[in-house]
Each structure stands twice: as structure tokens, then as C-alpha cells.
């Protein structure tokens, strides 16, 4: 697994390093802009010089360009909407893990990249849905592979915990999505 190195307000991972520092950082900040306008309260309760605390990463989108993944880390400046993660081609905003299984309006605790066109994202796993989210993760957290297809980023694996577990922001267990 990828560690993160922190760099101003981000933490990267070691692949992304070299891009912020000459290059990349353009779109990196380009896509943290896009993120930071969706969220623009959350000036309110962190001090960053964005104004927003992310976590970023990337890989290569296999066609010759790359793919970001920016994590919002907090949501509010309470423990009920933890991490969102904003997937990018380029600059180019693709989709969110709010719209991707699991289906969580949160609950995300980390973003990695995980080879080519690929990424894995960490989501907080309460023991039951009627948990407080003040005691999100108590049982721990599941990890999904989203995998770009040039066009959509869709899920290649994970699984929903077994009843009575949900993934934070869930809710309910319930079948995927058609």
C-alpha cells in the first residue's frame, strides 16, 4: 500500500509528489478548486489556505493522461459526513463516490490509487444502521476498487457488510443499484 506525503494543504501519495511539485500541480489545484466550490462552507470550520482539507491521488489513465482522485476529507465540521471522494480526468470532473456503490452520502476514510485507471477507496463500516455517527467506523472499514473504463468510473470490487453492519452514510443494507 501507497503512503501519503503531505504537501501544503494535501496529502499525496509518493507516485503524485513529483506532479504537484512540477506540473501536475495545476490540475491538482484546478481540481481542488471544483471540489472547494461544492463545498464552500467548509471555510467555516477548517484554517487551510483552501479553506478545505483534501487528500489527492492519481494514476495514469491508460490512454496517455491521468486520473485524480480528490478526497474531501470532512465534510462538516461534525463527525456525520466524513470523506467524499471527486474522481477527474484531467481536470475533467467524472463523478463522486456519493453516486458510486456503496451508495454512502460519506463515510470515506481514504483514497489510493491502485495501479492504472485505477483506485481504492477506504468507507467506514458501522456496526449496525442505527449507530450514531458520532461512533462512525465502530466496526471497522471496507475497501472498493473503482476502475475507470475511458468513459465511467464503475466499481470492480467490494461488498457491503452482513447485516446488521452498513457502511457509514449508507443507512440500509440493500441490493446494488441496477
Same mark, same amino acid.
Given at each position: ?25 495545476? *490540475?491538482?489545484?484546478? /481540481? ?28 495514469? @489513465? ?12 470532512? *465534510?462538516?465540521?461534525? /463527525? ?8 477527474? /480526468? *484531467? ?7 456519493? /453516486?458510486?456503490?456503496? @451508495? ?15 483506485f481504492t477507496v477506504a468507507y467506514l463500516v458501522d456496526k449496525n444502521k442505527d449507530t450514531s455517527c458520532a461512533a462512525g467506523g465502530d466496526a471497522g472499514t471496507d ?36
Amino acid at each position: 500500500m501507497l503512503g501519503k506525503l503531505t504537501v501544503g494543504c494535501c496529502a499525496l501519495v509518493p507516485a503524485v509528489a513529483s506532479l504537484f511539485l512540477g506540473g501536475g500541480n495545476r *490540475q491538482i489545484a484546478a /481540481d481542488e478548486a471544483y471540489v472547494a466550490g461544492v463545498y464552500a462552507h467548509c471555510a467555516a470550520f477548517t484554517p487551510s489556505p483552501h479553506h478545505c482539507s483534501f487528500a489527492v491521488a492519481a494514476t495514469p @489513465d491508460t490512454a496517455g493522461g491521468r486520473l485524480y482522485a480528490v478526497e474531501l476529507r470532512y *465534510q462538516t465540521g461534525d /463527525d456525520c459526513y466524513a470523506g467524499i471522494v471527486y474522481f477527474f /480526468d *484531467q481536470t475533467r470532473f467524472i463523478t463522486r463516490t456519493r /453516486d458510486l456503490p456503496p @451508495d454512502s452520502i460519506g463515510g470515506v476514510t481514504t483514497v489510493h490509487a491502485a495501479g492504472a485507471a485505477r483506485f481504492t477507496v477506504a468507507y467506514l463500516v458501522d456496526k449496525n444502521k442505527d449507530t450514531s455517527c458520532a461512533a462512525g467506523g465502530d466496526a471497522g472499514t471496507d475497501t472498493y476498487t473503482y476502475r475507470w473504463t475511458g468513459h465511467h468510473m464503475v466499481r470492480q470490487s467490494g461488498a457491503l457488510p452482513r447485516p446488521p453492519e452498513v457502511i457509514l452514510g449508507t443507512g440500509i443494507n440493500r441490493p446494488w443499484p441496477a
